[in-house]
């Protein structure tokens, strides 16, 4: 990679993993499920009037939509509102690739191979340790439900590689649109129209430049550099910069929020993040009935997921290279 492409992989890296600092400052603000509503709103509009109709079928639009928006951010911040701390947030919701790869063993015949085996194993006890530590120093709730989003954005990844959309920053838009009604929705009957409105009137600059930050700068700018970047470069080049989140999430949260990083966190963090790239970086043996590269969409030998803060969405269609066997063709540049 060019040395600015470089740079421009990193920075998002540290947006999205800083966003987890600025959703912790933003729940001081909002209740977890009207923030959820307020960053898709903003989001999507007024983007969705520019990037023209959704260039996939409407079921996964939706789907990816309720598993991604509604349930996987909604557990997120609401996981986080019940005590789980942003940085350990960001460390443990990249078991989304381990969840990614069990859930594509099951519904696209990809059976994994012994790396890739040893890695979600790896990843496993790095999320049991957090866990204990967790537990030992907090409430495990919240980090049942941000183990639970994990899990949902497994699902939205299948999802996403099923419906291979050729266009990630279009797809990302139009799922935005989704969870924002069921959203409000869940949130007037959950946390009350009273809690709600207090929010509203209170909000300030300060919650204006939370919601803009979760939305414009974690969404709409990282979502569509890392699909400038997949578009330029192989998947197995730009992923592993997702491996950075966690990092940028971690230290940002101690020292902007304070929060300490204990031993046993830490270690689980070098656990977690080399399972996720033992998991993500070895590629899967081909099933039974693996799903067809259809609509010319050439299949990543990485399989890695790049994440969100963020809604990370990985689209084999940017690529203008492809597999041959079992070797993936650079893509060419020009």
């Known amino acids: 990679m060019r040395p600015a492409h470089t740079a421009l992989a990193v920075l998002v890296a540290a947006v999205w993993g800083f966003n987890f600092v600025v959703i912790e400052i933003g729940l001081g603000q909002f209740p977890p499920l009207l923030l ?33 928006g509604i349930a996987k951010f909604g557990l997120l911040f609401t996981g986080m509102a019940a005590g ?41 006890g790095g999320i049991a340790l957090a866990a204990a530590d967790q537990g030992a120093s907090g409430p495990v709730l919240g980090f049942t439900l941000v183990v639970a989003a994990a899990a949902c954005w497994g699902v939205s990844n299948v999802l996403t590689r099923k419906a291979a959309p050729p266009d990630a920053l ?7 649109t989704v969870p924002v009604l069921p959203l409000l929705a869940l949130s007037l009957l959950l946390e009350g129209p009273e809690r709600d409105l207090a929010a509203l009137r209170a909000l300030d600059w300060s919650g ?12 709409v700018f990282g979502f569509g550099a890392w699909g400038y970047l997949l578009r330029r470069y192989p998947a197995s ?9 966690p990092v940028f999430g971690m230290s940002s949260a101690a020292l902007v929020l304070g929060e300490e ?6 270690l689980a963090a070098l656990l977690l993040i080399g399972g996720v790239a033992l998991t993500s ?10 799903a067809p590269a ?15 803060g963020q809604a990370g969405l990985m689209v084999r269609r940017h690529f203008r290279g492809g597999i041959r066997g079992d070797r993936e063709v650079p893509a060419r540049r020009g």
């Open 208 to 219: 204006v430049a939370v919601i803009g930050y979760v939305a414009w700068v974690s969404t």
């Open 294 to 308: 259809s609509k010319g969409i050439a299949k990543s030998a990485s399989g890695v997921q790049p994440p969100a």
């Open 237 to 245: 080049s730009v992923a592993p910069f997702s491996l950075l989140v």
């Open 261 to 266: 990083v204990t031993g046993p966190r830490l």
């Open 170 to 176: 279009n797809f990302m838009v139009w799922v935005c």
């Open 84 to 124: 789980m701390p942003a940085g350990l947030s960001s460390l443990v919701l990249q078991a989304q690739a381990v969840f990614t790869a069990a859930l594509a063993g099951a519904v696209l015949r990809e059976r994994p191979g012994r790396v890739r085996l040893a890695g979600m194993a790896v990843a496993l």
């Open 281 to 290: 970086l070895a590629p899967a043996r081909a099933g039974v009935a693996q």
């Open 36 to 68: 959820s509503a307020l960053r898709f709103l903003a989001a999507a509009l007024p983007a969705v009037f520019f990037v023209g109709r959704p260039k996939v079928a409407w079921k996964w639009v939706l789907g990816v939509g309720a598993a991604l």
